[in-house]
């Protein structure tokens, strides 16, 4: 009986994933790389008997962004379909990216740049999961839309810890709401030093120990079922 488990699927690589700007609202196709790179994760992780089984999935959010919604389909590929109808996917801003405000577009060199040249960041460097993002969102504001997203979440998967029916869910999205997601999963402040890396396609696991809904985990490694010949 398999202990419920939150799955984080970071969009493939786009333009801006590849020169390291800001990519919030900003609507960017896949690259060619990041289609292969989500397709590829998909054909051994995804569909029936993998690690992530459609048939296990009670709920899959999905952010707005094309970018999303694309690797959303690559991933599945033909299970995509049968899981829109049925009606376990929400595509949803609970998930969007962090809101970056001014800084969308922008570098990160770039934004220390502009904050130091209007005097601030006197005494530290700029660093979004303290400071936030000016005209966008702040820290907390970021950990209250994920405080209320886990709250469903646990809603879900509650009654089934103890795998009484499938329960495991999805979250398509992108960097940094990811990496912010598991902090708040794992109930750590968002300024918490816990670096973290997701590439572009890649795969993510959480789930909880001792089948506790109070007390949550992070997968450091996982065995992948065995594909029958």
Known sequence: ????????????????????????ITELELTSRGEKQVLGSGRVLAGPDKLIDPSQLAHIFISPRQRA???????FNEAAKS???????SITEEIGEWGYGDYEGLLTHEIKAKRKERGLDKDREW???????????SAQEVTGRLDGLISKIHDIQRPHMNGENPADVVLVAHGHILRAFTKRWLKYPMDSPLSMELPPGGIGVLSYKER????PALYIGMALPLEEV
């Open 83 to 89: 899981l829109n109808k049925s009606g376990r996917v």
């Open 1 to 24: 009986m398999s202990v419920p488990r939150v799955f984080l699927a970071r969009h493939g690589e786009t333009e801006w994933t590849l020169n390291g700007r800001y990519t919030g």
């Open 69 to 75: 919604q694309s690797t959303f389909n690559l991933l």
């Open 127 to 137: 660093d979004i999961w303290r400071d936030g993002c000016e005209g966008g969102e």
């Open 212 to 215: 506790k809904i109070d007390k």
